[in-house]
């Protein structure tokens, strides 16, 4: 399963961010497929994931501005997290996750949030 | 919340054993991965279920884990495998280390 990110790379302050995964490779069902991101010389932040029927989880700290949907018809799932300032900047991945594993992962996005 | 706790650097020499280390509350009662997310790259998952290595992962990557404690070993370390490596456990959604920095100098 392949994985690619897309969407714009810069984002100004106070707008919504919108990414979208594709896959190929492989069937959009039957996964769960999650969002991440890294911010400069930080760790790894789960940002949430959703499964193929609908059904979603979002990082407690992150979930009052996201929503993750999923459109099965385009094999494509997408984050939007709205209200964005500069603590937001980071490279975005898309990732598969089966069983509590992360298995394949996007090459990541860099999204910048600036005026 | 629960938490893992993972040292934020290790240095060896090449060909040298890496042990990196995982700590939680009984860590050993959950299933732990690692991930190796070289600068720039996207991050490549190592170990899953604590012990098991995805096809392609060289077989001088294990894992174990007891107690409080996961592991991530890397027999024989190359260059190539300086990275940051990030363990992983469940809670009611996926709990990961703050990452160790491996330098291979």
């Known amino acids: 399963v392949q994985l690619q990110e897309s969407g714009p790379g810069l984002v100004k302050p106070s707008e919504t961010l919108s990414l979208t995964c594709s896959v190929s490779g492989g069937s959009i069902s039957f996964s769960y497929w999650s969002w991440f991101r890294q911010s400069p010389g930080k760790g790894l932040e789960w940002i949430g994931y959703i499964y193929y029927n609908g059904i979603t989880n979002y990082n407690s700290s992150l979930e009052s501005r996201i929503t993750i949907s999923l459109d099965a018809s385009k094999n494509q799932f997408s984050l939007r997290m709205n209200s964005v300032t500069a603590a937001d900047t980071a490279v975005y991945y898309c990732?598969?996750?089966?069983?509590?594993?992360?298995?394949?992962w996007g090459q990541g996005t860099q999204v910048t949030v600036s005026s | 919340s629960y938490e893992v706790t993972q040292p934020p650097s290790l240095s060896v020499s090449p060909g040298q054993t890496a042990s990196i280390t995982c700590s939680g509350d009984n860590l050993g009662y959950k299933f732990v991965c690692w991930y190796q997310k070289r600068t720039g790259q996207s991050p490549v998952l190592v170990i899953y279920?604590?012990?098991k290595r995805p096809s392609g992962i060289p077989d001088r990557f294990s894992g174990s884990s007891s107690g409080n404690t996961a592991t991530l070993t890397i027999s024989g370390t190359q260059a190539m495998d300086e990275a940051d490596y990030f363990c992983?456990?469940?809670?009611?959604?996926?709990?990961f280390g703050g990452g160790t920095k491996l330098t291979v100098l």
């Open positions: 990732a598969r996750m089966m069983d509590q594993v992360f298995y394949d």
């Open positions: 992983q456990a469940w809670d009611i959604s996926p709990v």
């Open positions: 279920k604590n012990n």
